[in-house]
């Protein structure tokens, strides 16, 4: 088959769930050879990662994630606001998170976490010459620490249970690919 004829068409959209985090659908689509199906998509907001690059080291923040019920390390980022542009959302939780500006901003790349069950992406930048305050903003429901850990240490660990996060290890393959460029 053609990728004409690998396409599904939605056919009706029905809300099964509303949460502030995301909202379940249920979505009927037509297929290939007239195939029928209804198929669960979680919709949220898109979000950033943001890899802050402090000569050797990343700048990486540690929280308690409740899905896990563990302490881990990651990137900064979060949801891009209504309204803003996802560099605009890279500027903001870099400085919201750590403290730091970057002098320099680079998109890396644009990912569907699960195309299977999600309709956002992430936004991966890269954030250079780094600018610190020190002076964390964080949303009302955010605890976390950020440090600085040796890239070297974090290629080395990802996967583990201190880096757990598979979001965090797409972000960096991301980062690898383009590091390799320069």
Not at 4 to 33: C, D, H, M, Q, Y
Not at 69 to 75: G, Q, T, V, Y
Not at 80 to 97: F, H, N, T, W
């Amino acid at each position: 088959m053609n990728d004409i004829e690998l396409t599904w068409n939605e056919t009706e959209r029905n809300e099964i769930l509303k949460t502030p985090v995301f909202t379940v659908t249920e979505r009927t689509s037509a297929g290939p050879g007239g195939r029928k199906g209804k198929y669960i998509v979680n919709e949220a907001p898109d979000w950033v990662i943001v890899i802050p690059v402090s000569g050797e080291n990343f700048l990486m923040v540690k929280q308690w994630r409740h899905g896990e019920k563990a302490l881990s390390i990651e990137f900064p980022g979060g949801v891009i606001d209504k309204g803003e542009s996802p560099q605009e959302g890279a500027v903001r939780e870099l400085r919201e998170e750590t403290g730091a500006s970057a002098k320099k901003l680079t998109l890396l790349g644009k990912m569907n976490p699960n195309p299977a069950l999600f309709a956002n992406h992430v936004y991966v930048f890269c954030a250079e010459n780094l600018v610190f305050s020190g002076i964390q903003d964080l949303d009302a429901d955010e605890c976390l620490n950020y440090m600085q850990i040796p890239q070297s240490e974090v290629i080395e660990k990802i996967g583990t249970a201190e880096y757990p996060h598979a979001l965090m290890a797409s972000a960096l393959a991301l980062f690898m690919r383009t590091d390799r460029r320069r």
